[in-house]
């Protein structure tokens, strides 16, 4: 908890430095991880795998977008609803989804994100298709970036906070149990279908929050931003930093997002460097970075105590 305290501290005196350009990596590294752990919720908790939760993400995003800049909704208002649409959204898939199990599951999953992905597409006259729906209107007191710097680092803070008390709750713990061994907890009572659903729901709810905030940061969104591509994102996000870790997925988002930036610099090939890491992920690092750095600790303390 201390070093969490100490990263937030960082984080609220980042502004004061006046660097813009590190204020807007670190708004972009705070969605995506808050982006990543909403997955993780389904992924390193339930042990579901996604292939489609960019769906969310870009449901909150489009919604937000359009009713702040369309239909002139105050953003109290057209936030909460944005959020809503997401959660209504996973609610209904999931129900669905929740049905299958294993790769059955992760293909559903991704079935219905690349409809909504169609939708977004073809739906020009409320989305601009391809063209992005860019120029929202933002509310004044968020246009300007240290406003909205705060305002992420708030939402995102709070966010992370409720999903800790979620995933470290007694629910959280069944959830564990259903991932562990499906079959052995609904022998002893759990209806493991309604705990998947739910971590379903809450995975898609936060995720629509983490989109509601991008597009209030890139003034825009984009249907790149529900294909699967995207989804794929938060995946490699979740198994770097490691899913089976709280924390770990903001990790791999912030550790993603540098390289992605650094590799940027001096080559074209970002997926190229993205596939490398991918590999050495599940070749190397099936724990991904928070595992190794346990393992490596475990090693430390065990030649410490042996001498």
């Known amino acids: ?22 204020m807007d990596v670190t708004v972009e590294i705070m969605i995506l991880a808050l982006f990543a752990l909403s997955l993780n919720t389904l992924i390193g908790y339930s042990g579901n795998v996604s292939f489609g939760h960019a769906a969310y993400f870009a449901i909150g995003g489009y919604t ?13 208002i057209a936030m909460p609803v944005a959020i809503l649409f997401a959660m209504v959204a996973s609610m209904f898939v999931a129900w669905f989804c929740t049905r299958l ?14 409809l909504v992905w169609a939708i977004l597409f073809k739906w020009r006259e409320m989305t601009n298709g391809d063209d992005g729906f860019v120029g929202i209107a ?15 680092l708030a939402v995102v803070t709070a966010s992370i906070g ?29 209806d493991t279908r309604r ?35 995207q989804s794929a994102q938060a995946l490699i996000m979740t198994l770097l930093g490691g899913m089976y870790s709280f924390f770990g997925p903001a990790i791999g988002a912030a550790t993603l997002h540098l390289l992605e930036i650094l590799t940027n610099r001096y080559t074209e ?24 750095a346990q393992k490596i600790q475990s090693r430390f303390s065990r030649n410490g105590g042996a001498n």
Not at 64 to 76: D, G, Q, R
Not at 206 to 222: E, P, R, V
Request: net charge neutral.
């Open 162 to 190: 409720l999903l800790w008390l979620i995933c470290h709750s007694a629910f959280g713990k069944v959830l564990v149990a259903v991932r562990e061994n499906r079959t052995r907890a609904g022998f002893v009572g759990v």
């Open 1 to 22: 908890m201390l070093a969490c305290l100490i990263v937030l501290i960082a984080l609220v005196a980042l502004p004061m430095s006046g660097d813009l350009h590190a």
């Open 269 to 292: 090939y970002w997926p190229t460097v993205l596939g490398g890491i991918l590999l050495v992920i599940l070749l190397f690092l099936p724990d991904g970075m928070v595992g190794l």
């Open 64 to 76: 937000n977008a359009i009713l702040l800049t369309t239909y002139h909704v105050p953003l109290l």
């Open 101 to 114: 199990t294993d790769i059955y599951f992760a293909m559903l999953t991704l079935a219905f994100s690349m």
């Open 138 to 152: 933002m509310p004044a007191f968020l246009d300007d970036r240290v406003p909205l710097y705060y305002f992420t």
């Open 195 to 229: 705990m998947r659903w739910t971590a379903f729901v809450i995975a898609g709810t936060f995720g629509g929050i983490a989109g509601s905030l991008y597009a209030l940061f890139k003034s825009g969104m984009y249907v790149e931003n529900a294909f699967w591509t």
